[in-house]
């Protein structure tokens, strides 16, 4: 009964968020070098973005978890996590201090894999009930 795209959609995302956070690593890095970044700006983009990176494994963890042993509990805490990892996402596409071309092609493909991600929990935590 677990959600074979669902497991698929989470070794993607595991893949996708590892290009993500070196991405935006060398991003964050590259601005505060060529640009005039704050110091207080540039620590709390990175403390932001290894938050991120914390919340990400234990979402994507939790979620794996729930779906393979088609428990609701985890993979509903997944997607109370996956809240989380959208501010966060939006934060690094709107609020951040510099935004780059890349910035937006990398969070928009991430908030997609989150909205894919959701669908896909939602069904299979209501397939799990039954």
Do not use: C, H
Request: glycine share 6%; aromatic share 16%; net charge negative.
């Amino acid at each position: 009964m677990s959600s074979v795209p669902l497991q698929l959609l989470f070794y993607v995302n595991g893949i996708y968020f590892i290009f993500y956070f070196l991405a935006t690593l060398a991003m964050v890095l590259y601005k505060s070098q060529v640009f005039s970044y704050p110091d207080d700006f540039l620590t709390l983009d990175l403390t932001l973005l290894f938050i991120m990176a914390i919340v990400e494994v234990l979402r994507l963890y939790l979620g794996s978890r729930g779906n393979l042993t088609e428990e609701e509990g985890p993979l509903g805490l997944s997607l109370v996590m996956t809240v989380g990892s959208v501010f966060l996402a939006v934060y690094f596409l709107v609020w951040q201090t510099y935004i780059l071309k890349a910035d937006v092609i990398l969070n928009a493909v991430l908030l997609l894999s989150y909205g894919m991600e959701s669908i896909l929990k939602v069904s299979a935590i209501a397939a799990f009930i039954r």
